[in-house]
């Protein structure tokens, strides 16, 4: 029982390796294998650089494998239950692509296979990928405030385009943790991941990881529902990828950049639920002195939820304008 605590005791958070090759300078997607982790660049302009890298333990490439035609813009890199790589090739920084595409490559094999879907209610930028334990794609759309969750609408066909269902919405935690991108970048999803054994799944921001408990494999409930851990990633360069260490006690990460470092961050153990109160005769005017405190906060609360939305489209358009260019060609 003592040793998964132990495991993640046993990584300190800092870096793990340096990622010392020039093709690997826009890392957008990271999952952690037996041998080592697989990255992919997002948007990339050179050809060299549109691979999928598998590296050592020690980051050094191992091998690479490239797409068979162009992908549009590659965000993120999740492992299926039965071993499947996925690249969500789902970015789209102007809203403007009529279909989005998963690569898939089975293990073993060095050729990517394409899917096409569709959103049901107009594009969407993303950058997030999750796999739910019963093989099914979640995408995570790159929306401030309320983040759109999407799985399809029928299995999958290469060659054909499969169309989504909108399937819930998500909205992380506010937080105070510094990162290049300010309040807009603790709002806005760049990359997820799931738990070796699917207890778990991690969004990630720019600023921030939130992990939330999975229950009977239903992430999406999770997702909705769910009240998530924070475990804060303060100042990285631009980190839009997250990853579960292969025994599931750590989260790896890496940014975009020239030379990048993957970086370890030991999850906490978790606590015991707090036992429920006992009933008392003094919890009847506790609850309606409380009623009568959010009664006369209510109007604060408004005017400062009109401020934030204002200040926050502003915000995002930042982020848009600062962040490298991505998804100029077709597939």
Not at 105 to 128: C, I, N, Q, T, W
């Amino acid at each position: 029982m003592l040793l998964a605590p132990m495991l993640a005791a046993a990584m300190a958070a800092g870096p793990v390796c340096r990622i010392d090759d020039k093709r690997t300078d826009e890392l957008s997607g990271l999952v952690a294998t037996a041998d080592g982790y697989v990255v992919v660049n997002d948007g990339a302009d050179e050809a060299s650089h549109r691979k999928i890298f598998y590296l050592r333990k020690d980051c050094s490439v191992r091998r690479t494998v490239s797409f068979p035609s162009r992908p549009r813009d590659t965000e993120d890199l999740q492992l299926g239950p039965d071993g499947t790589l996925w690249v969500a090739d789902i970015g789209d920084n102007g809203s403007k692509r009529e279909t989005i595409g998963l690569w898939k490559v089975a293990p073993g094999s060095s050729k990517p296979r394409l899917y096409r879907m569709a959103y049901p209610d107009g594009a969407h930028d993303a950058e997030a990928l999750l796999i739910a334990p019963d093989g099914t794609p979640i995408v995570v759309t790159k929306s401030p405030g309320a983040a759109g969750l999407y799985t399809p609408d029928g299995a999958l066909r290469s060659g054909a385009t499969t169309p989504l269902r909108k399937a819930g919405d998500v909205s992380v935690p506010i937080t105070t943790t510094a990162n290049p991108y300010g309040f807009a970048g603790r709002l806005l999803v760049t990359g997820a991941a799931s738990s070796p054994d699917g207890s778990r799944v991690v969004l990630r921001t720019y600023a921030d990881a939130f992990e939330y408990d999975v229950s009977g494999g239903k992430v999406v409930e999770a997702l909705v529902s769910g009240t998530p851990r924070t475990i804060p990633l303060p100042d990285e360069p631009q980190g839009e990828s997250v990853a579960y260490t292969t025994d599931g006690t750590a989260l790896l990460t890496v940014s975009e950049g020239s030379k990048p470092s993957l970086i370890g961050y030991p999850l906490p153990s978790q606590p015991e639920p707090a036992p429920s109160p006992s009933p008392s005769r003094t919890q009847p005017v506790l609850a309606e002195k409380a009623a009568v405190d959010e009664s006369s906060r209510l109007p604060l609360v408004l005017f400062l939820l009109a401020g934030t939305g204002l200040v926050l489209a502003a915000a995002v358009a930042l982020v848009r304008r600062r962040r490298p260019g991505s998804g100029r060609t077709g597939e």
